[in-house]
């Protein structure tokens, strides 16, 4: 597809004779937020993984930017400009808020471990250049104030909002969100929309994983819908809430009629 930054095409995979993921293609245009969504146990983070390189894929392809990225490790992947998060919170508690940021960066970084090591000018200069870009990703996540703070004592929704920030640290041109809005309540949920709506633009394209169908619906521009496996719709919010296969397999008539009200009262 034209402007497709992030192509998928019958991407397979199987552990132990189980089908996780069987033969799926979608595309994600770029510049936008794609949501990707379905019951649990549809396959959704093994395609996130897959995606990604924390998993191999057993068939098919992924291409990023034209660029075929199936046989890439993670590290590599991460330098062409795809970050993630995930859904469990994973970071190292006792570093600060600023350094964990900084964290994000050090896949772009260039200065040659013994440059680190004896402190010579371009490795410093590189270390002041992520400090402060650290500190304006914390300001536009909305901690700038928690910097020296320890990353574990951060409530959750902020935990949320500074493992955004480690992933811009990376600069991605696509940034996967497992379920950004697990665990938080409907005001921190309204501030998570918001900020990622800013997060696009920076000119970051967003695949995101979610369970929460109200915020889907509002975020995101393109939906792919997963079950058992297998991609069952693809398509406009409006399009999937009214696709009879995504009805039966996972909304519910009761619910695809509540949120085409919601829609209606926008």
């Known amino acids: 597809m034209s402007g497709a930054l992030l192509q998928v095409s019958r991407l397979s ?7 996780a993921v069987a033969e799926v293609s ?15 146990g549809a396959g959704k983070t093994t395609l996130f993984n897959l995606i990604s390189g924390l998993t191999p894929c057993d068939d098919g392809r992924i291409t990023f930017d034209g660029r075929e990225i199936a046989g890439l490790p993670v590290h590599a992947r991460a330098g062409l400009g795809i970050a993630r998060t995930f859904q469990n919170i994973r970071m190292f508690d006792d570093m600060s808020v600023l350094e964990t940021v900084a964290a994000g960066a050090h896949a772009r970084l260039t200065a040659p471990l013994w440059h680190c090591l004896l402190g010579l000018p371009r490795a410093r200069a590189e270390e002041r250049g992520v400090a402060a870009e650290a500190l304006e990703l914390l300001e536009f996540v909305g901690l700038a104030g928690r910097a020296g703070e320890r990353a574990g004592d951060l409530a959750y929704g902020d935990q949320r909002r500074l493992e955004i920030a480690r992933g811009l640290a990376a600069r991605p041109r696509l940034l996967l969100l497992d379920e950004p809005a697990a665990g938080m309540n409907p005001h921190e949920t309204a501030d998570l929309a918001r900020l990622l709506r800013r997060v696009r633009t920076r000119g970051v394209t967003l695949l995101l994983v979610e369970h929460d169908m109200g915020f889907v ?23 999937v809430r009214a696709d009879p296969a995504v009805i039966e397999a996972y909304l519910g008539a009761k619910a695809a009629a509540r949120l085409a009200r919601r829609e209606a009262g926008r």
């Open 13 to 19: 995979k199987h552990f132990r004779g189980l089908t």
């Open 26 to 40: 979608f595309s994600v245009e770029a510049g936008t937020v794609h949501g990707l969504i379905g019951p649990n």
């Open 217 to 239: 619906m509002d975020l995101c521009e393109h939906l792919t819908v997963l079950n058992f496996g297998r991609r069952i719709a693809d398509g406009t919010p409006s399009e």
